[in-house]
């Protein structure tokens, strides 16, 4: 039996102690003390650094996996709970810690912890708070694989699935049982960027006795932190926006000490671990995400004014626009001034002998600068056609269920000059 296995095994054993990750979290090292009240720019940019005896000022990469003690003594006293500190990089590693630091403090939550991507970060959500037996109750809007995931895999492992409109507070209300644990949403949703009223599921959820599970993916910190509108944990696909480039997969869960040890269990137990590049490259890229956030928002806003204002389009799915029924909600919900994300959805009308899948595929193939991929929350405008990509494994139930109509087109405004993106657009939807 290896060290680490022996390791996993003493501590499963063990009663859960609430700091058992590291007692000193919070100040060990910190650039910065959270104490002090300091602005959101300012956390993102200098919270959580572990700064070495070199001196450096950038954070450093650290790519080990394993660690050195520096006696018998100190190795036995790293294993028997005596000190805490990094044995494994499956476990803990400084830079994924830095990462962890740095998205907590900008998600108001007591810890972080990183997977190796977004779906590590469900799957770990999903073995951490529910058991067979219990209900995960779920919003009829997610990101194709959560379904999957939820469908095919936790219903595997007896744990009972239902969906509900994610915008209808009734339906949710109604659908709660005996046996719900969870209750998982993102707002805004994916592929319609629907927002759920987070306010009130959070009462629901305290009154029945349910964590209430967000996916922040699409708002990120920088417009909406659930953890302050009452939601217990915040789950991040970090390859979008925290990034915001493309370069690497990473996820996170964010809550309380209690709720992130029981995910830093599974994490370690399961090794879905982030990698220590990666949780680098995350860490510097949460020191622009505001910046590069209000400018998404600023161009997704142009963006919608233009598509809902063709005649081609019947339809744009996207909160920002006053005439959406969200409208208020996603206004009230989200701190940033004028930031309803930067994702929405749009519906060609079938028109000159096509079919709305062929509408929306000549739109698709008409652009010249976008990226036809089914990456989002990029520097680059990405457009994306759901029913045949990222929702083309679900059944024509579960695709009508999540309103992905074939006339659907995903589009994640980038960073580009907005009159580009609009042009590029204008060409498909004006040769209709
Ligand atoms: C991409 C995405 C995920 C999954 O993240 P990966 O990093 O691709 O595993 C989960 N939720 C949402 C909303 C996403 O957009």
């Given at each position: 039996m290896s060290q680490s296995q022996i390791h996993d095994e003493k501590n499963l054993n063990e009663p859960k102690k609430a700091n058992q990750l590291d007692p000193n979290w919070r100040n060990d090292a910190l650039d910065l003390d959270l104490d002090l009240d300091y602005g959101m720019q300012t956390v993102a940019v200098r919270a959580g650094q572990h700064r070495t005896d070199e001196g450096e000022h950038s954070e450093a990469i650290f790519t080990t996996s394993s660690y050195v003690y520096t006696s018998a003594a100190d190795a036995a006293a790293h294993f028997n709970g005596e000190k805490t500190g990094n044995v494994y990089s499956r476990h803990t590693n400084p830079s994924v810690r830095t990462f962890e630091r740095r998205l907590a403090a900008l998600e108001n939550g007591e810890r972080a912890v990183a997977t190796a991507s977004g779906m590590g970060a469900i799957l770990t959500m999903c073995l951490a708070y529910l058991k067979a037996g219990d209900h995960l109750l779920a919003a009829n809007q997610l990101f194709g694989s959560s379904i999957g995931l939820f469908n095919n895999y936790m219903a595997k492992f007896g744990v009972e699935v239902s969906y509900v409109d994610c915008f209808d507070n009734e339906a949710w209300a109604n659908a709660v049982q005996p046996n719900t644990k969870v209750i998982y949403c993102e707002s805004p949703s994916n592929p319609l960027a629907q927002i759920c009223d987070l306010g009130y599921l959070s009462q629901l959820c305290k009154a029945n006795d349910i964590l209430l599970v967000v996916d922040n993916c699409f708002a990120t910190p920088a417009l909406q932190r659930p953890l302050d509108l009452g939601a217990d944990v915040v789950i991040h696909s970090a390859t979008k926006y925290l990034d915001g480039q493309g370069r690497v997969l990473g996820g996170a869960l964010v809550g309380n000490d209690k709720l992130m040890q029981e995910a830093f269990t599974v994490v370690r137990s399961g090794g879905i671990s982030m990698s220590p590049f990666n949780a680098w490259v995350f860490t510097k890229g949460l020191e622009t995400l505001k910046l590069r956030m209000q400018a998404h928002c600023n161009n997704a806003n142009q963006v919608a004014e233009f598509l809902a204002n063709h005649p081609n389009v019947s339809t744009v799915h996207f909160s920002g626009l006053s005439d959406h029924p969200a409208h208020e909600l996603a206004t009230r919900q989200h701190h940033m001034k004028d930031g309803y994300g930067a994702i929405m959805g749009f519906e060609v009308k079938s028109s000159g002998g096509l079919d709305s899948k062929s509408a929306a595929w000549h739109v698709i193939d008409s652009t010249q600068m976008v990226s036809i991929t089914n990456n989002l929350g990029d520097a680059k405008t990405t457009i994306t056609?759901?029913?045949?990509?990222?929702?083309?494994?679900?059944t024509p139930e579960a695709r009508a269920e999540a309103g992905v109509e074939d006339g659907l087109i995903r589009l994640s405004v980038g960073l580009e000059d907005v009159e580009d993106i609009i042009k590029d657009l204008a060409r498909g939807l004006d040769s209709l």
């Amino acid at each position: 039996m290896s060290q680490s296995q022996i390791h996993d095994e003493k501590n499963l054993n063990e009663p859960k102690k609430a700091n058992q990750l590291d007692p000193n979290w919070r100040n060990d090292a910190l650039d910065l003390d959270l104490d002090l009240d300091y602005g959101m720019q300012t956390v993102a940019v200098r919270a959580g650094q572990h700064r070495t005896d070199e001196g450096e000022h950038s954070e450093a990469i650290f790519t080990t996996s394993s660690y050195v003690y520096t006696s018998a003594a100190d190795a036995a006293a790293h294993f028997n709970g005596e000190k805490t500190g990094n044995v494994y990089s499956r476990h803990t590693n400084p830079s994924v810690r830095t990462f962890e630091r740095r998205l907590a403090a900008l998600e108001n939550g007591e810890r972080a912890v990183a997977t190796a991507s977004g779906m590590g970060a469900i799957l770990t959500m999903c073995l951490a708070y529910l058991k067979a037996g219990d209900h995960l109750l779920a919003a009829n809007q997610l990101f194709g694989s959560s379904i999957g995931l939820f469908n095919n895999y936790m219903a595997k492992f007896g744990v009972e699935v239902s969906y509900v409109d994610c915008f209808d507070n009734e339906a949710w209300a109604n659908a709660v049982q005996p046996n719900t644990k969870v209750i998982y949403c993102e707002s805004p949703s994916n592929p319609l960027a629907q927002i759920c009223d987070l306010g009130y599921l959070s009462q629901l959820c305290k009154a029945n006795d349910i964590l209430l599970v967000v996916d922040n993916c699409f708002a990120t910190p920088a417009l909406q932190r659930p953890l302050d509108l009452g939601a217990d944990v915040v789950i991040h696909s970090a390859t979008k926006y925290l990034d915001g480039q493309g370069r690497v997969l990473g996820g996170a869960l964010v809550g309380n000490d209690k709720l992130m040890q029981e995910a830093f269990t599974v994490v370690r137990s399961g090794g879905i671990s982030m990698s220590p590049f990666n949780a680098w490259v995350f860490t510097k890229g949460l020191e622009t995400l505001k910046l590069r956030m209000q400018a998404h928002c600023n161009n997704a806003n142009q963006v919608a004014e233009f598509l809902a204002n063709h005649p081609n389009v019947s339809t744009v799915h996207f909160s920002g626009l006053s005439d959406h029924p969200a409208h208020e909600l996603a206004t009230r919900q989200h701190h940033m001034k004028d930031g309803y994300g930067a994702i929405m959805g749009f519906e060609v009308k079938s028109s000159g002998g096509l079919d709305s899948k062929s509408a929306a595929w000549h739109v698709i193939d008409s652009t010249q600068m976008v990226s036809i991929t089914n990456n989002l929350g990029d520097a680059k405008t990405t457009i994306t056609h759901p029913a045949t990509t990222t929702h083309f494994r679900l059944t024509p139930e579960a695709r009508a269920e999540a309103g992905v109509e074939d006339g659907l087109i995903r589009l994640s405004v980038g960073l580009e000059d907005v009159e580009d993106i609009i042009k590029d657009l204008a060409r498909g939807l004006d040769s209709l």
